[in-house]
């Protein structure tokens, strides 16, 4: 969810509405929208992901006026041909490879505006935009600047240029170690040797996606015509971001005028005001919903969330257009969402299934609750840990050698970046947050792991436990590998663990059935032990469960 708060007066203003408070949070709440908090000056709104052309001001009162039947339909922009170009440098393929533009002109550039511009500009940012990875966007004075323009990649010591909120020339290595945006923003751009900006014709640097805009052509209330550009690593995505900040400007009285893109031999113009179209049966509508909406129910729900619908020539289909700022709109069930929600989930009545069934738990299920109830019998306790984990915790500081596993492309954090290949690491963890407690400890957890086998990821179910205290050892794991195998029929043997860097040497073993190993059992190695900062030994066993 993205929290927005928003001027109630200008919302009501822009939205030609004359709503109560009372009025106003139920509308909003009724849009899928919860109302945070209303008082007398703001209003603040949780707004879904799926929504992002509600994350301004603008969006939400578009939004609002046309739920509230007071501008209902869909609602058409339009955009004439700026003469402006910008061409796209090949250097930049690597780096951040797509680029679209705009220019707003005539803005009356108030105090509400600027503030609402660069809300909407951090909203996007942060939900669309991934923290500025995927999508960043800047608003430069188009009148100091001098078409047309230029996107490439440069050096870290070319293109110097003053940036935001500073006073010093750097380039733009300089700006990635020292301007604040650049610190935060600089990992975006890690592992490059050039770095991306925006010229015009002169060579006045317009900006440095996704880092920071330059200071001489920043945006104030005195501004009159805005140069838009977005950049990034999705092209749909900018395509999308530009389309929402173009619409909201146009509400706000902004003339729109195309830039036309230049990218090799590829060229074209944006933004793209052209209406989402969809040809949806008005029989699965209500299949879905449970509903017996005739088509012009469904039209007048429809016009309500801001589509034009036509009543098709095919007997129970309906055209509808979206306006270009609705991206959430992907398929048919998304306008199938949009009936619902103006005549309201609450109004719907609740049925019976037109069938009987009788439910029971997978066989998977059912063998998980008796090694459950037999490792609760043995006196363990049962955790479930994260199946993410990070490489040190599961393969240096078992001093386990490191081999192929699942690891996950653009992690947030280091402690997060892979799919766990065995459970005992996870125990391991939760014994050193617990080794204040009462000992000894008895865990268990049955949970899933992944490796990869022959290039190929494999997802197995496990049963890990461990023992923590002064008298853990060799023999007690033993006895509670034989009694959990007893409990469960399984017949298997015991061989010796040849080389395996987390257990004591002569004191783990290999459980063998049928000959195949399955799984593992012994005593921690005191520097794996101390790795996980845990004082007291340990010993513990893992088996494969889908054998």
């Given at each position: ?12 203003g ?10 106003l ?10 109302v ?12 879904t ?13 578009r ?8 501008k ?21 393929r ?5 680029i ?18 660069v ?11 991934r ?8 608003f430069t004075d ?32 300089e ?15 890690e ?19 996704p ?8 945006i ?5 015509n805005?140069f ?8 749909q995505?900018i ?15 902004a ?5 036309t ?14 209406p ?9 509508i209500?299949k ?65 299934p ?14 998980g ?8 019998g ?21 001093l386990?050698?490191e ?21 005992i ?79 004591i ?9 049928g ?6 059992f012994?005593?921690?190695h005191?520097q ?20």
């Open positions: 969810m993205a929290l927005i708060t928003v001027a109630k007066k200008e919302l009501l822009l939205a030609w509405a004359e709503l109560t408070d009372d009025e949070s139920q509308k909003i709440t009724d849009l899928g929208m919860p945070e908090k209303i008082t007398d000056s703001e209003i603040s709104v949780d707004v992901p799926n929504r992002p052309d509600m994350f301004s001001v603008e969006g939400l009162a939004a609002l006026s046309s739920f509230a039947g007071v209902a339909g869909l609602r058409t922009y339009s955009a004439k041909d700026s003469g402006i170009t910008l061409t796209a440098d090949k250097s930049v690597k780096v951040r490879p797509f679209v533009a705009a220019v707003a002109k005539n803005v009356k550039l108030d105090e509400p505006l600027l503030k609402s511009l809300a909407l500009q951090e909203k996007l940012h942060d939900t669309v935009g923290k500025r990875r995927k999508v960043s966007m800047g188009l009148d100091k600047l001098k078409p047309p323009f230029f996107y490439k990649a440069v050096k870290t010591t070319e293109g110097a240029f003053i940036p935001l909120d500073s006073t010093e020339l750097m380039p733009p290595g700006i990635l170690s020292t301007h604040p945006k650049g610190k935060e923003y600089g990992y975006i751009l592992g490059h040797k050039r770095f991306p900006l925006i010229t015009d014709s002169e060579g006045t640097v317009v900006a440095m996606p880092i920071i805009t330059a200071e001489s052509v920043k104030t209330p005195s501004t009159k805005i838009i550009d977005i950049t990034g690593t999705s092209e995505s395509h999308d971001c530009l389309k929402i900040v173009c619409c909201a400007l146009a509400d706000r009285g003339e729109i005028r195309t830039v893109i230049s990218r090799g031999a590829t060229k074209l113009q944006t933004p793209d005001f052209s989402i179209e969809n040809s949806v049966s008005l029989g699965r209500n879905l919903l449970g509903s017996d909406f005739d088509p012009e129910e469904a039209k007048e729900y429809l016009e309500r969330m801001g589509h034009g619908v036509e009543l098709g020539e095919r007997k129970g289909r309906l055209s509808v257009k979206s306006p270009p700022y609705r991206i959430d709109i992907l398929h048919e069930v998304d306008i199938t969402e949009d009936v619902a929600i103006p005549y309201g989930y609450n109004n719907f009545a609740p049925t019976l037109q069938f009987v069934s009788v439910g029971k738990a997978s066989p998977d299920e059912m063998r609750a008796v090694i459950s109830e037999i490792m609760l043995l006196g363990f306790n049962e955790i479930l840990a994260p199946y993410i984990t990070s490489k040190e915790t599961n393969f240096i500081k078992p386990l050698g081999h192929p596993a699942i690891h996950i492309k653009n992690p947030l954090t280091v402690e997060l970046t892979m799919f766990r290949t065995w459970c690491p996870s125990l391991l963890e939760i014994l050193a947050r617990n080794k204040d407690e009462k000992m000894p400890q008895k865990l268990f957890e049955l949970g899933h792991a992944a490796g990869l086998e022959n290039g190929k990821p494999v997802e197995k179910r496990k049963l890990a436990a461990a023992v923590c205290g002064p008298k853990a050892c060799f023999s007690e794991i033993r006895s509670f590998v034989e009694a959990l195998l007893l409990e469960l029929g399984m017949k298997c043997e015991f061989g010796p663990l040849e080389k395996h860097p987390t257990f040497p002569g004191r783990a073993a290999e459980i063998l059935l000959g195949k190993p399955i799984g593992v012994g005593e921690i005191p794996v032990l101390n790795n996980f900062g845990i004082e007291q030994p340990v010993a513990a066993f893992e088996i494969e469960l889908d054998e």
